[in-house]
């Protein structure tokens, strides 16, 4: 057991060696969380900069390709979660994560605003609540692949007794290849900061690295969908992913006030 474990963390620690696709540097101090996305799914809505204005906290923007910001609801399973300088712990660094999230901007630096996130781990719930100050919560999440299709099913209770549900059939439709510069693939999923708002005003930047993503065109079936704001997400996405495999290294979050 302690040999893969340990090819997975060097694996995941050479992912910092490629950076010439970063819009920025890396961060020079060290990353403080490694862990490996897997069947990775994705889908997408336009969304008017009017819309989603009211979402977004003080001092981000929205950032818009041909003219419309994005929003994204992306499902997958995280393996190999560790801290730096630890082995991951079966078990306990497996799991699967629920996140909503649109394209903004936050000074010079595009962002992905995190505006819901939702782990089936609890272990990963506390980390992300404690270490990163994210809106974290605990959700029944299933990301199940079957054949050239990722199946994804999850539901929590917000509080006040609100649903927050997803289901979808996601079906690769071409290969997976790498996104072209300045393709809307690449401005939808190349992005290495998170944002998230938090009371009094204050923001939370987590700075991330990984590789480009290779991703896959998809038809997405999506049969249920509450996790979104009202209003955010209507009818069936317009643009779909899948991508198999991605190492990931997250650093200590920033924290300023707007």
Same mark, same amino acid.
Not at 34 to 48: E, G, M, R
Not at 241 to 251: P, Y
């Given at each position: ?21 970063? &819009? ?23 969304? /008017? ?22 929003? *994204? ?22 799991? /699967?994560?629920?996140? +909503? ?23 990963? +719930? ?16 299933? =990301? ?9 099913? *999850? ?8 649903? /927050?549900?997803?289901?979808?059939? +996601? ?5 997976? =290849? ?51 704001? &009202? ?28």
């Amino acid at each position: 057991m302690a040999f893969p474990l340990a090819a997975t963390a060097a694996r995941q620690a050479r992912a910092l060696e490629a950076q010439g696709h970063r &819009p920025w540097p890396a961060p020079g101090w060290p990353w403080s969380v490694a862990q490996t996305l897997a069947d990775c799914v994705s889908c997408h809505w336009p969304v /008017a900069p009017e819309a989603l204005a009211p979402h977004l906290p003080p001092g981000v923007e929205p950032d818009l390709h041909d003219g419309q910001a994005w929003l *994204t609801i992306a499902a997958l399973r995280v393996t190999g979660l560790r801290l730096r300088g630890l082995l991951p712990v079966p078990r306990l660094a497996d799991g /699967a994560e629920l996140v +909503v999230r649109a394209t903004v901007v936050v000074g010079d630096r595009q962002a992905s605003l995190l505006l819901d996130v939702a782990f089936s781990s609890r272990v990963a +719930v506390e980390a992300a609540r404690r270490l990163y100050g994210l809106p974290a919560a605990s959700a029944s999440i299933r =990301v199940q692949r079957d054949a050239s299709a990722v199946r994804v099913e *999850t539901s929590r209770t917000r509080p006040g007794g609100a649903p /927050a549900v997803f289901h979808a059939c +996601v079906e690769a439709t071409g290969p997976a =290849v790498a996104a072209a510069p300045g393709s809307i693939e690449a401005f939808l999923h190349e992005r290495f900061l998170l944002v998230a708002g938090r009371p009094g005003g204050r923001l939370v930047l987590v700075e991330q690295h990984r590789l480009p993503w290779r991703l896959a065109p998809a038809r997405a079936g999506v049969s249920l969908q509450t996790v979104a704001l &009202p209003g955010l997400a209507q009818g069936a996405p317009a643009l779909a992913h899948l991508a198999e495999r991605l190492d990931q290294l997250v650093w200590a979050p920033e924290r300023q006030e707007a």
